[in-house]
């Protein structure tokens, strides 16, 4: 129903925008209710739910390390107030618009990797949390489930793009909303259920040894919101740059609302006893299922297929999002940016669908691989957090920011947080930062460290060759992207006449964050 909706609204709606970006920004329509619930439906899906009440069960960890819930509200409030409205008065199409318009083709091909990497191994954990939900309320094989709900996510994304994937979310969140909280007073008075305040190991123990490392995660979840596609997709698709703010606010405040439900089912997993229960023994080995256990044996049998239902009515509402936004940054950016300009309207709407299978594919297998659903979460986190949220920074708010600089706080930035190992990965440690321990690992924040290198180096580098180039210290010759080729050569030639020099001259200099650029495709015209 939402894929066609969304398909009739799409061809009654479509107004001065080019196909491909009505398709991507739903001809930048959203009002303010649908724009706030698909805003806060992008960050409740199956991760969120199951992953907090998983880290709230997890012996050792519980709500104190449950940072991303409250971190996501406080990057949708971040957003909103610093970036959305930047971002929308621009009028770009995608995030990656920016970029390849000041950074260049390289740079943006470059930014590419770790944003689609970022989106798979998010859609992964996603697809992995309705697997463990479908396999505890119809006994389904694992594989089978991942294939099943990968397979719902693409069909109704590849029919109408994102007025689809928002009329979904609509649907999607009223399920959770209502289902969640209608599970929670039957879970809550089972007879197996001790008070969750009689025991509070779920709050979690505070150990100073990980309190860098505490906030280095909380950090991160509190910062990378404004680096990815889906949450600037919705900004784009607002009527206004004020509707844009609103809805991050708004959806701040959704995600706190969210936050609560599963909360509250980790501990009461974590009050359970669970010897009383038809599961006889405590899922201490199925901690990622603790959310869907919660529900199918501490609630009665209807309450529980609503509740059940409604957690793989989470999944579904953040998947479609997350495969939908690096398909059409591939299409836009990728495809007609980089590899094929002259492509048509239609050509890519229809390489953004065929980008969406291969990436739903991949998440998919990502999923049927991996154990952990937080892990792949703060996995996806660190990727946006390290490498891209520096350059969305200095692309939007430095202006002398140029390829050089991006270059090397790439670089920087990617090896620093390498050198830090992966366990996830099973990759070691290079890199042993200060207090690094055998049995801890490291906990040094490096993640903001390289963080923080990466945007240092990013001004710094563009500055030093921003006066280089202008004053004569630097060859017009060593120009070797030619970021100021142009600008030396036209001397005071204005920012609309050099629009004509499209990706030749990719604006390093003089790109003004707060103004409508030039539409490339306008520009082509």
Known sequence: WAGWKGKRRKDDTRGPLSESEDFMVAGRSFNGVIGTLTMTATFVGGAFINGTAEAVFTPGSGLLWAQAPFGLALSLLIGGVFFAKTIRSAGFTTLFDPFEEKFGRIMCVLLYIPSVLSEIFYSSTILAALGTTLSVILELDLRISILISTSIAVLYTLLGGLYS????????????????????????????????????????????????????????????????????????????????????????????????????????????????TALLVAPVNDTDKIAPLVIQYLTPTAVSVVGLGTVSAAVM?????SIFGAASVFGRNIYKGVIRHKASEKEVVWLVRFSVVIIGACAALVALTSDTIIGLWYLSSELVYVILLPQVVCVLFFRYSNTYGSLVGFTLGFLLRLGAGEPLLNMPPVIRYPYYSHELGQLFPFRTLAMLAALISITTVSGMCHYGFQHGVLSAKLDVFQCFKNELDLGKTTQVDLSMYDMKYNRSCDLDSTSAIVDRDNADE
């Open 165 to 276: 994937v928002a009329y979904t979310d609509v649907l999607q969140l009223s399920f959770i909303f209502v289902g969640l909280w209608l599970c929670i007073p039957f879970a809550m008075t089972h007879v197996a259920v001790r008070s969750i305040t009689a025991d509070t190991a779920w709050l979690g123990q505070w150990d100073n040894r990980l309190a860098a490392v505490w906030v280095d995660l909380t950090l991160m979840m509190a910062l990378g919101s404004p680096a990815i596609q889906p949450y600037i997709s919705r900004v784009l698709a607002a009527r206004s740059a004020d509707q844009a703010r609103l809805f991050s606010i708004l959806g701040c405040v959704g995600c706190l609302l969210l936050a609560a439900p599963p909360v509250l089912i980790g501990a009461i997993g974590a009050s359970t006893d669970w010897n009383q």
């Open 317 to 321: 509402s953040s998947v479609d999002s």
